[in-house]
């Protein structure tokens, strides 16, 4: 093989050429490198949790083995740079199914079996709540109602399906929601033909009493959550995760873990501000912030700023250039079919927050999943873009679901990156596109779309609820993802807009070097190169040329970060 001779860099170089004595050899490998030439090598080279060299066995072996190296025949197996998923709810995720094992939920009928045997173990009158669901991936395609829930009447139900909720009739009795309760600013407490509160409560979920009482999670619980479901992701091959909403009071757990050696993979905290408050108070608190981007180190550090533009495509409550339409009734339970959904923050208030955190050194983000909701969030971008240039702050659309030609034109003009979740389109587009119809969603995810015009995309999951890389909510295993970036396959078996797939090389570098370019790390992690970290996953089947529908079935072996083993199967 002709793969030209990478050593470290020339500041080092003495050191090496001291003592080429690496502790860890991997050869007789397919080494996947994803440099800037997408290089295959058969070996690499680890020294000190960096990688100092990548090239052939023959040389790789002759000039970096000394007598205390270890040496792994890879016999042919794959290695790829570490996985960074940019978007997980790690915390909320871990705690989940912390205290007992979640079954599928993916039809009413399940939900209510799900009420049944919690009943079982909760004391009357304790809340039980249904982990969030999303709708559109419910055999019936809709909410569940009240009379859904009344499967227990000695107890509080709330269904959770993010920014819409639905409770039982002793929830809503409890507090204290009857047909005369009105709408709270922005949310709804829906009503059925009888004028009677159905259950469901469009943004509206803060009216249920009590409801967060109900078994509070211990520190010591919260950080064993944590570490969990930090380990899990590193079995799943990821190296680093992107927590997408980092609260002040969590950020310890992680620091706690960090100072343990228990965090399993590099995690880059977003911090997500709450804009439901008067302008000046928000601007206060950003000042008075001592965090800022990239503070931190290369197992824990902070990334973006975020603030909540809309609602979700899944509820109905993304804010869309068009209306949800007759079928938004029964898939959201929504009242108005001219509704095009939720902005919660307007453009001049937007502008003046981002305004502030761009002052405190902050990359801005913010989630925006509909398509006037991405609209805003441009317009923001561009205001501030006037001033100076935004660019230089790798600021992203987060989401992203609904695009135009008219957004992507203008992301590639400013230098703004994509947050993007390839695996939604598997799960959401048989309910979207009954809401939307196929033909206005020429843009949903429109991955291929994005890398012609040179924005630099970076996959995450998003992943918020369960254990099971496969059957979580969203399904954190990056092979599934980049399967679904590359085959834009629903589950229904339907190829959408197949021109907006990617090739294998493009979804593997959304899961390596573009997420960490994102993320500020494109020097340190994202690639198999000489001086950056050995952050390395092992697998079985090769990436590259295995049958397209096996990539998501690609298991790893070993996944190493900073040169140590953190998971082996
Ligand atoms: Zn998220």
């Not at 419910?138 to 993010?162: C, I, N, W, Y």
């Not at 100072?259 to 905290?269: D, E, M, S, W, Y």
């Not at 949903?444 to 099971?468: E, P, Q, Y």
Request: net charge positive; charged share 25%; proline share 6%.
């Amino acid at each position: 093989m002709n793969y030209p001779r990478a050593r470290f860099s020339v500041l080092l170089l003495p050191a090496l050429l001291a003592a080429a004595d690496a502790d860890w050899i991997l050869h007789n490998g397919k080494v996947v490198t994803v440099d800037a030439r997408f290089s295959v090598a058969e070996a690499v080279a680890i020294k000190n949790g960096r990688i100092t060299a990548v090239g052939t066995s023959a040389q790789v072996l002759k000039d970096e083995r000394g007598p205390n190296t270890r040496l792994t025949d890879l016999q042919g197996k794959t290695v790829l740079p570490g996985l960074i998923d940019a978007h997980v709810h790690a915390l909320g995720a871990g705690l989940s199914e912390y205290r007992a094992k979640l079954p599928p939920l993916d039809s009413i009928a399940s939900i209510q079996r799900y009420i049944r045997e919690r009943a079982k173990t909760t004391a009357k009158g304790e809340w039980i709540v249904v982990p969030r669901t999303l709708p559109p991936r419910l055999k019936e395609m809709r909410m569940p109602t009240r009379q859904d829930l009344d499967v227990s009447t000695t107890h509080p139900v709330a269904f959770d399906g993010s920014y819409v909720w639905a409770a039982n009739s002793l929830a809503l009795k409890i507090s204290g929601i009857t047909r005369d309760t009105p709408n709270p600013p922005g949310g709804e407490v829906v009503k059925g033909p009888d004028g009677e509160p159905n259950g469901i409560l469009r943004n509206a979920s803060h009216l249920l009493k009590g409801i967060h009482q109900a078994q509070p999670f211990t520190e010591a619980g919260k950080l064993s959550a944590l570490e969990k479901m930090l380990s899990l992701y590193a079995a799943a091959g990821l190296t680093t995760v992107g927590d997408r909403i980092v609260p002040p009071a969590d950020y310890p757990l992680f620091q706690t873990l960090r100072r343990l050696n228990k965090l399993h993979v590099r995690t880059v905290a977003t911090w997500r501000i709450n804009t439901d408050r008067p302008l000046d108070a928000i601007t206060r608190e950003i000042q008075a912030s001592t965090w800022t981007t990239n503070q931190g180190d290369e197992w824990l550090k902070f990334g973006s700023f975020k603030v909540t533009l809309d609602g979700g495509q899944s509820v109905g409550t993304a804010y869309q250039r068009m209306p949800y339409g007759p079928f938004g009734r029964q898939l959201y339970g929504q009242t108005d079919p001219h509704s095009r959904g939720t902005l919660f923050v307007d453009v001049d208030k937007l502008t003046a927050i981002f305004a502030a955190a761009r002052d405190k050194g902050w990359q801005l983000t913010a989630h925006a999943q509909g398509g006037s909701a991405i609209d805003t969030l441009l317009d923001a971008f561009e205001r501030l873009d006037k001033a100076k240039p935004i660019a230089p702050t790798r600021s992203h659309v987060m989401h992203g679901s609904f695009m135009s030609e008219e957004v992507i034109r203008r992301m590639a003009r400013m230098g703004i990156l994509a947050d993007i979740q390839p695996g939604w389109l598997h799960f959401d587009v048989p309910a979207l596109e009954r809401v939307f119809g196929l033909s206005n969603m020429r843009y949903f995810a429109s991955f291929g779309s994005l890398v012609r015009a040179g924005i630099i995309s970076a996959g995450g999951s998003d992943h918020m609820i369960g254990h099971d890389k496969n059957n979580a909510v969203n399904p954190f295993n990056p092979f599934f993802n980049m399967w679904m970036a590359i085959t834009r396959r629903t589950t229904e078996g339907k190829v959408i807009y197949p021109e907006e797939r990617v090739d294998r090389r493009t979804a593997l570098k959304m899961y390596t070097i573009w997420a960490a370019y994102l993320q500020f790390s494109e020097k340190e992690k994202g690639s198999i190169e000489p001086g950056k970290f050995a952050d390395l996953v092992i697998t079985g089947r090769d990436f590259l040329s295995c049958p397209e529908d096996e990539i998501r079935n690609i298991e790893p072996l070993t996944t190493i970060i900073g040169g140590r083993v953190e998971y082996q199967r």
